[in-house]
């Protein structure tokens, strides 16, 4: 069974930073296409950011781009998200989560929805305040 853990999260001000990361067990880790989500109280899942396999291409949901890096270590079998300027807007719980069958690529638009995501981590709060 995969399992994903995410930590990191925490209560920042405005313009602060903070750094996700997701460790994900077994072997097969540099296989899978990573992706982080979130959901704020009231709202559905949004999708926030995904990297390819090898991590050579990404992909972002627009009201992060130029704020939010995701990455991956592949030898940690772990997947970041580094977080900078943040806003009172980004609070919410934020998943990992891994597509162990990408039926498609990474970037141009690719954002996968959250059903086509196979394995979740259980989330971290992030709360930004002004």
Same mark, same amino acid.
């Given at each position: 069974?995969?399992?994903?853990?995410?930590s990191? +999260?925490?209560?920042? @001000?405005a313009? /602060?930073?903070? #750094?996700?990361?997701?460790?994900?067990?077994g072997?097969?880790? !540099? &296989?899978?296409?990573? +992706?982080?989500?979130? @959901?704020a109280? /009231?709202?559905? #899942?949004?999708?926030?950011?995904e990297?390819?396999?090898?991590? !050579? &291409?990404?992909?972002?949901?627009?009201?992060?781009k130029?704020?939010?890096?995701?990455?991956?270590?592949?030898?940690?079998?772990?997947?970041?998200?580094?977080?900078?300027?943040?806003?009172?807007?980004?609070?919410?719980?934020?998943?990992?989560?891994?597509?162990?069958?990408?039926?498609?690529?990474?970037?141009?638009?690719?954002?996968?929805?959250?059903n086509?995501?196979?394995?979740?981590g259980?989330?971290?709060?992030?709360?930004?305040?002004?």
């Amino acid at each position: 069974q995969v399992q994903l853990v995410e930590s990191g +999260g925490g209560s920042v @001000q405005a313009g /602060g930073s903070l #750094r996700l990361s997701c460790v994900v067990s077994g072997r097969t880790f !540099s &296989t899978y296409v990573m +992706g982080w989500f979130r @959901q704020a109280p /009231g709202k559905e #899942r949004e999708f926030v950011a995904e990297i390819s396999q090898i991590g !050579s &291409t990404t992909e972002y949901v627009d009201s992060v781009k130029g704020r939010f890096t995701i990455s991956r270590d592949n030898a940690k079998n772990t997947v970041y998200l580094q977080m900078n300027s943040l806003k009172p807007e980004d609070t919410a719980v934020y998943f990992c989560a891994a597509d162990n069958s990408p039926r498609s690529g990474v970037g141009s638009g690719s954002r996968r929805p959250p059903n086509e995501y196979d394995h979740w981590g259980r989330g971290t709060q992030v709360t930004v305040s002004s």
